[in-house]
């Protein structure tokens, strides 16, 4: 599937191993911002996609929680805006971005916010890439940082974006290169040769091991200490996962009417 060098956007959930994708792209001279988010490690996301993205959930008056909810809802406000707010700021961004091309976009609220940069990007500049990540480790890494639901709540919602995502893609007919996280640290030489060929660019081995510290040629997965971690912070916040307290609202809703 070769492709012309054009922009990249990458469209995931979070904790998916996208941070590293992105920043092994840029090193290809993909340019990601005046600045990116950091966190304790560097998210590559552009400071105003990201300040951009949040607007448009203000915009929708959406107030959920996109790390661990799916809502069809939002994704439809979401798309409704356009043509119904200034979107002077949007193009501005883009016009930006384009002077510096080709750039790359990596934002997990971008599955939800796709649905309007539609409209205002050029698609047919854009090469997408869908990255997936095994779900048991995306768990773990979740319940790391304190988001409490249940392995198949997280599941279901993965699947869910993972469905909308390639639902958008088909419906635009936009071409994508879909990437597991596994195969690019287990398998880089082949994984980073179908990147290669996918955008036209030369990414090395030595590319990669730049952006990811851990060893290479084996399947990442959680360590025992951090899977044992995992088990008791679920246990000891059971009470108060995600997926049972969205429940009970549903519940108490459904009651009142």
Same mark, same amino acid.
């Given at each position: 599937?070769?492709?012309?060098?054009?922009?990249?956007?990458?469209?995931?959930?979070?904790?998916?191993?996208?941070?590293?994708?992105?920043?092994?792209?840029?090193?290809?001279?993909?340019?990601?911002?005046?600045?990116?988010?950091?966190?304790?490690?560097?998210?590559?996301?552009?400071?105003?996609?990201?300040?951009?993205?949040?607007?448009?959930?203000?915009?929708?008056?959406?107030?959920?929680?996109?790390?661990?909810?799916?809502?069809?809802?939002?994704?439809?406000?979401?798309?409704?805006?356009?043509?119904?707010?200034?979107?002077?700021?949007?193009?501005?961004?883009?016009?930006?971005?384009?002077?510096?091309?080709?750039?790359?976009?990596?934002?997990?609220?971008?599955?939800?916010?796709?649905?309007?940069?539609?409209?205002?990007?050029?698609?047919?500049?854009?090469?997408? +890439?869908? #990255?997936?990540?095994?779900?048991?480790?995306?768990?773990?890494? *979740?319940?790391? &940082? !304190? /988001?409490?639901?249940?392995?198949?709540?997280?599941?279901?919602?993965?699947?869910?974006?993972?469905?909308?995502?390639?639902?958008?893609?088909?419906?635009?007919?936009?071409?994508?290169?879909?990437?597991?996280?596994?195969?690019?640290?287990?398998?880089?030489?082949?994984?980073?040769?179908?990147?290669?060929?996918?955008?036209?660019?030369?990414?090395?081995?030595?590319?990669?091991?730049?952006?990811?510290?851990?060893?290479?040629?084996?399947?990442?997965?959680?360590?025992?200490?951090?899977?044992?971690?995992?088990?008791? +912070?679920? #246990?000891?916040?059971?009470?108060?996962?995600?997926?049972?307290? *969205?429940?009970? &609202? !549903? /519940?108490?809703?459904?009651?009142?009417?």
């Amino acid at each position: 599937m070769s492709r012309h060098r054009g922009n990249v956007i990458i469209l995931t959930s979070g904790l998916s191993g996208s941070s590293v994708l992105t920043g092994l792209i840029s090193r290809s001279g993909y340019w990601i911002g005046d600045s990116t988010q950091k966190k304790e490690y560097d998210t590559y996301e552009n400071t105003e996609l990201v300040k951009l993205n949040m607007q448009l959930f203000e915009e929708a008056g959406y107030t959920g929680d996109y790390k661990m909810e799916f809502s069809l809802d939002a994704i439809a406000r979401i798309a409704s805006l356009s043509g119904k707010i200034d979107d002077r700021p949007f193009r501005h961004f883009v016009d930006k971005c384009d002077a510096h091309g080709p750039w790359i976009w990596k934002d997990p609220r971008l599955w939800l916010t796709i649905h309007f940069w539609k409209d205002i990007l050029h698609l047919d500049e854009c090469n997408f +890439i869908l #990255l997936r990540r095994k779900f048991f480790h995306s768990w773990v890494s *979740a319940t790391l &940082r !304190r /988001r409490i639901e249940s392995y198949g709540s997280l599941r279901r919602y993965e699947e869910s974006i993972i469905d909308s995502i390639t639902s958008f893609l088909d419906r635009e007919q936009l071409p994508c290169l879909q990437m597991g996280y596994e195969n690019l640290i287990a398998r880089p030489e082949a994984t980073i040769h179908e990147l290669n060929t996918y955008l036209a660019t030369d990414l090395t081995l030595e590319d990669l091991k730049m952006v990811y510290r851990g060893p290479l040629h084996t399947i990442p997965r959680s360590a025992p200490i951090d899977y044992a971690k995992a088990i008791l +912070i679920y #246990l000891k916040n059971y009470s108060q996962r995600a997926d049972r307290i *969205a429940v009970t &609202r !549903r /519940r108490a809703k459904a009651r009142s009417t």
